[in-house]
């Protein structure tokens, strides 16, 4: 807002702003009924099924999908920039692998019933996020970074392998197929309801990260140096992990996994907007929710059948990445 | 006098000749087969000792135990649920002998239970049946995926047990009843086949979406073979898988007749219901009509590759061309099917297996 | 006034002491470095007199106040922290960077008033960094970053200034312009305290010395008082050869 940089980044990220509405109107349009693909506005008008359809179907789901991008997104730019560390997102502490595990547990366990899942990825989540700070404690080696990114690891594979196991167990004709689904993420499960239980837990979340992403630069220093500077970084870390993992959970909950969003498109913020977090911050959220709604409406409409949205995600994101690294510099912004 | 001289010398050659030629040879004739991957499978004398692993391993048990060889010469099967069947219990009554090996047996594993034959599911080649082979122990891949496979497969089961007999009796019992429906449906017009959507619900998000099956398999098979036309053909999975379909499209295809396969942990009669009563899905036809349904199915589906399918065909022509069936009595069938190929009584199909449909078969 | 009194810590418990029994007093407005081979306790001693570490016996105070008791607010206006290995605060530049020395006077969201920008400017211009603090930190030299932490702290303008190791990495150049700029900020009234291992760089600075050794004060005073052979023998266990040159103490460099 204030150095040259900023103005570009902001410029930028009020084009997002821009794009984001335009794309959640046009996603209004598209569907497959009557389809393929766009939705007329006279046929709104004549046809109640198609009204019924928009209203109960894809307004649900569109507002679903950019929810569940700007979480991620915001959630992977606060664990990179908490972390020091670009090859991180919100699966870093064992959230990811827990809410998966979770899933799989509701899955085998309680007859996969949607609402038990939900709660199983959510609850086993924020388990990760504890135990991870938890075993943190007891290691002597390092700093706090350090060693939440150790017991991270660890309890992340411990999940994994949890979650191993279950699909070993698991019912081959019935169970398992239900578990490699929920892997794959998709969004094709949402309704209104779904949608309203989002909405508070991911504004109320989203809104205290970007009150605070000032604070976000101060715990990427060494703790010390954010500590002579007034900020208590444990605290101010945790409140901010614990914030990120609510929103993502959630999401996931719902969603199932969708890989790779919180780790490539706050990396593409960056190279937008640049790295600071009043402006990343924004940026990372608009881009996030384009990004997912983009692939969420190429996931129900190119096809008749649904394409799991965490292999749009992952190779659409991959090739943004691409493409973003090998253009060499980006107004300015190197 | 020379004649004779010759026809003597001639007799000395050929009277041993012919005795060779008839005596039984030293060992019994091998059996042999060729096996649903193309494979040929050849046995000293029948199987004594059989095993079932691999996928949908009561498939093979179900169609096993209509041949009564199988109670003496089945070892057992791999357990891949619950329990080895839901089913078996009723008319096996050595089923408290039979070994399940849980899910995955090792080649050690199956080894140890000394089987002389191995069957799997599968028309290609699997790393365990291979592994077996290496060992000595004879594998038999069995399709069971389609009424075609079906017909050779009974065949070589009846084979492998030295039944051709009851094979033949069991492959008449399908056929008569694919024929029954095929000249139910003579001169049906391509036009008067009913749009069909057959999915099965799901059990996160399935107000709004279902899941159709792939192309090959039974279900899609089903509803081409009772005079429907599957509305799915087209979509993504071809030979193997469920893919899901969003509301949005079903109501793109707006097919007049659905079908729904109701997971084993959902009840059937109050899915339909609620279904019925959901104002987005009332706006479809098929739910408008009261044309939506429940797929039928007792301890087993009747839609899964299960020995079963022919009574969820049946059903499916009656529900599809009614007009066409009305000969076709759902009650008398299923009597009919665990009658003539399971030996169960009136009354105990009446008392345990009737009991356990719950949608509506009628 | 900083006192330190009968300061002991240690990072686990009774079974071994980082620090122990450290009673001193250093100057406001002077520069105290703090002298002593590696482990000897000299960031551990820096970071109990930031706040950041609590001793577990005795009392710290700065200006009559306990260090323990200051609130988040007042200790970022009263101490700035200067150490090595910051991680590139990743790819934020150098301007960016500075801006967060003025953390102590911005609200919750880091918005600047005119003030602020003013005081990066001179901060950046003071460590004559002006030319690059449009690039991001990453891309300076190991001597400039240090230059750029610096600054920083100069943004914040607090009264004391704790500096670890802060010419360890420099090289002669680099090593002159911090000293510099530190001799500079003690002229303008602020206190300095500084860890460094190497004598000759306290001696060129400083105007008290305190030497520390296996966590425990060896002797403090002026570089003329306590840079002897005998002392700083002591001090580094090994031979140390001290000549006065224009009446500054210096180690000689020998094998």
């Known amino acids: 807002m204030i150095f040259e940089t900023h103005r570009i980044g902001r410029r930028r990220t009020w084009i997002l702003a821009v794009l984001s509405v335009v794309i959640l109107a046009g996603s209004v349009l598209l569907g497959r009924y009557p389809g393929p693909i766009v939705t007329p506005i006279s046929v709104i008008e004549s046809d109640a099924l198609a009204r019924d359809l928009i209203l109960h179907v894809r307004l649900p789901r569109i507002g679903a999908a950019f929810l569940l991008g700007a979480s991620l997104a915001a959630a992977g730019a606060v664990f990179q920039t908490v972390f020091r560390n670009p090859l991180v997102d919100a699966g870093f502490l064992g959230v990811s692998q827990g809410a998966a595990f979770g899933a799989s547990l509701a899955i085998v366990f309680a007859a996969g019933n949607a609402g038990v899942i939900q709660a199983g990825a959510a609850v086993f989540a924020f388990v990760g996020l504890a135990l991870s700070y938890g075993l943190a404690r007891r290691i002597r080696l390092g700093d706090e970074i350090l060693r939440l990114v150790l017991s991270g690891i660890v309890v992340g594979a411990f999940y994994a392998a949890g979650t191993g196991i279950l699909k070993y167990v698991a019912d081959p004709q019935k169970q398992l197929p239900d578990i490699t689904y929920w892997m794959l993420g998709g969004l094709w499960g949402i309704t209104g309801r779904d949608f309203l239980e989002l909405l508070p837990v991911v504004v109320l979340g989203l809104a205290y990260i970007l009150a605070m992403r000032w604070r976000l630069n101060l715990l990427a220093m060494k703790d010390e140096t954010a500590f002579s500077l007034g900020a208590a970084p444990g605290r101010e870390r945790l409140a901010m992990l614990i914030v990120a993992v609510a929103v993502t959970s959630v999401g996931v909950a719902k969603a199932g996994q969708v890989a790779w969003v919180g780790l490539i498109v706050p990396h593409i913020a960056r190279r937008l907007v640049g790295s600071e977090t009043r402006t990343l911050l924004p940026a990372s959220i608009l881009l996030g929710g384009i990004f997912v709604l983009g692939c969420d409406d190429l996931a129900r409409i190119v096809l008749s059948g649904e394409i799991p949205l965490g292999i749009l995600t992952s190779f659409l994101g991959t090739l943004l990445f691409l493409a973003l690294l090998l253009r060499k510099k980006i107004g300015g912004l190197e | 006098m020379l004649v004779n001289r010759i026809l003597a010398r001639l007799a000395w050659v050929i009277i041993p000749g012919l005795l060779v030629a008839s005596s039984p040879s030293g060992q019994p004739s091998p059996l042999e087969l060729k096996d649903a991957a193309g494979r040929v499978v050849r046995f000293d004398k029948s199987p004594r000792k059989i095993l079932i692993i691999g996928h949908g391993p009561q498939i093979i048990a179900h169609l096993m135990f209509m041949f009564p060889e199988s109670r003496d010469r089945l070892i057992g099967w791999e357990r891949r649920g619950a329990t080895g069947s839901d089913f078996i219990p009723f008319i096996d009554p050595d089923y408290a002998k039979r070994v399940f090996p849980g899910p995955n047996p090792g080649v050690e594993q199956v080894a140890a239970l000394h089987p002389d034959a191995v069957l799997i599911r599968g028309i290609s080649l699997e790393a365990k049946g291979e592994a077996l082979l290496k060992v000595g122990i004879p594998v038999v891949y069995l399709g069971l995926e389609n009424p075609a496979q079906y017909r050779q497969d009974i065949d070589r089961i009846g084979r492998l047990l030295e039944n051709p007999g009851r094979a033949e009796t069991v492959n008449r019992f399908y056929q008569i009843r694919l024929d029954r429906i095929d000249r139910g449906l003579s001169g049906l017009p391509e036009m008067e086949k009913p749009s069909v959507l057959l999915g099965m619900t799901l059990k996160r998000g399935g107000k709004i979406a279902i899941e159709v099956p792939a192309r090959a398999w039974m279900q899609t098979i089903q509803v081409l073979r009772a005079g429907g036309r599957p509305v799915w053909l087209d979509t993504a999975a071809i030979s193997t898988g469920w893919t899901v379909v969003n509301i949005e499209q079903i109501a793109r295809w707006d097919a007049e007749i659905i079908i729904l396969v109701i997971m084993y942990a959902m009840d059937p009669r109050s899915t339909i219901e609620e279904i019925r009563a959901d104002s987005t899905w009332r706006a479809m036809r098929a739910v408008r009509n009261g044309e939506i349904r429940a797929f039928p199915s007792d301890l087993y589906g009747w839609d899964s590759p299960d020995p079963r399918w022919i009574l969820g065909l049946s059903w499916l022509a009656r529900t599809l061309h009614p007009g066409r069936f009305q000969t076709v009595d759902m009650k008398t069938e299923i009597e009919a099917f665990f009658g003539e190929l399971y030996g169960m009584t009136k009354a105990d199909v009446a008392l345990k297996i009737l009991p356990t449909i719950k949608a509506d078969y009628r | ?255």
């Open chain 3, 1 to 255: 006034m900083i006192e330190l009194q009968g300061v002991w810590f240690s990072y686990n418990g009774r079974s071994s002491s980082v620090l122990s029994d450290v009673s001193v007093i250093l100057r406001s407005g002077a520069v105290t470095a703090l002298l002593g081979p590696n482990g000897s306790g000299k960031t551990t001693l820096l970071n109990l007199l930031l706040g950041w570490l609590k001793p577990g016996e005795g009392e710290i105070r700065i200006s009559g106040r306990t260090v323990g008791t200051l609130s988040g607010r007042d200790r970022s206006r009263l101490i700035g922290h200067v150490a090595p290995d910051e991680p590139a605060v990743l790819e934020l530049d150098v301007r960016e960077y500075v801006f967060l020395g003025r953390t102590p006077y911005l609200g919750l969201s880091g918005r600047p008033e005119p003030d602020d920008l003013q005081a990066v400017e001179s901060a950046l211009e003071t460590v004559d960094l002006l030319s690059k603090a449009g690039r991001p930190v990453r891309t300076l030299s190991t001597g400039e970053r240090q230059l750029a932490a610096v600054a920083r702290a100069l943004a914040q303008d607090p009264d004391l200034f704790l500096l670890d190791e802060p010419t360890s990495h420099l090289d002669l150049a680099n090593t002159r312009r911090v000293l510099r700029l530190l001799d500079r900020l003690r002229s303008r009234g602020k206190t300095i305290i500084l860890t460094t291992h190497d004598p000759n760089t306290a001696s060129v600075l400083a105007d008290e010395i305190v030497i520390l050794r296996a966590g425990r004060v060896l002797a403090s005073g002026t570089p003329a008082a306590v840079m002897t052979d005998e002392i700083l023998g002591a001090a580094y266990g090994v031979e140390v050869d001290v000549r006065l040159i224009d009446g500054r103490p210096h180690v000689l460099a020998r094998l």
